[in-house]
T-cell receptor
């Protein structure tokens, strides 16, 4: 079956530009997560969605970062006025959220590698 | 989420068992322990999870101490492809809508 997909796979942008990163979770997964991973670092939690609402936005590093989810499915992470320190791999994951033997098992997408010049 | 503590790195000889420890002393009674791994340049991959009983699947075994304050992930016959960063996570109550926070994990290097 289809897994989590993300687009684009790579994005190179100039400092100050806005970027949008897209995540298509596994169908039926109610929970969706965004993480970022800088080179050689661990995963940094950004935001968590349950359905279309985001009960936890605590990881968003600044007000330049925002995310939305529509129809309980696709999510978009937007970074405004990008800075060089935003360069990282942005990973999306989805999980069932509830029910089943492994409701919190997260399935990760391949990530979007963002490079800000 | 209960905080977890893992050693930053470990080495293991190919073919031998790799035993990866994790401390989670603040875990509460209904919180599960999850293990993921991340092979270089890939997204994290689920390995196994457990509550209080030892668990085994095709990838690994999970041993949880009786007081549940620590656990060990066992890869019975490590191969070079098992070289990865291994994350121990306590995401909150099972079935709950809890976020999962990844720490820095243990970087396992399997040596030929």
């Amino acid at each position: 079956g289809a897994g989590v997909s993300q687009s684009p796979s790579n994005k190179v942008t100039e400092k100050g530009k806005d970027v949008e990163l897209r995540c298509d979770p596994i169908s039926g997964h109610t929970a969706l997560y965004w993480y970022r991973q800088s080179l050689g670092q661990g995963l940094e939690f950004l935001i968590y969605f349950q359905g279309n609402s985001a009960p936890d936005k605590s990881g968003l590093p600044s007000d330049r970062f925002s995310a939305e989810r529509t129809g309980g499915s696709v999510s978009t992470l937007t970074i405004q006025r990008t800075q060089q320190e935003d360069s990282a791999v942005y990973l999306c994951a989805s999980s069932l959220g509830a029910g089943g033997p492994k409701p919190n098992e997260q399935f990760f997408g391949p990530g979007t590698r963002l490079t800000v010049l | 989420d209960a905080k977890t503590t893992q050693p930053p790195s470990m080495d293991c000889a190919e073919g031998r068992a790799a035993n990866l420890p994790c401390n989670h002393s603040t875990i509460s009674g209904n919180e599960y322990v999850y293990w993921y791994r991340q092979i270089h340049s890939q997204g994290p991959q689920y390995i196994i999870h457990g509550l209080k009983n030892n668990e085994t699947n095709e990838m690994a075994s999970l041993i949880i101490t009786e007081d549940r304050k620590s656990s060990t992930l066992i890869l019975p016959h490590a191969t070079l492809r098992d070289t990865a960063v291994y994350y121990c996570i306590v995401p909150g109550k099972a079935g709950g809508y809890q976020k999962v926070t990844f720490g820095t994990g243990t970087k396992l290097q399997v040596i030929p």
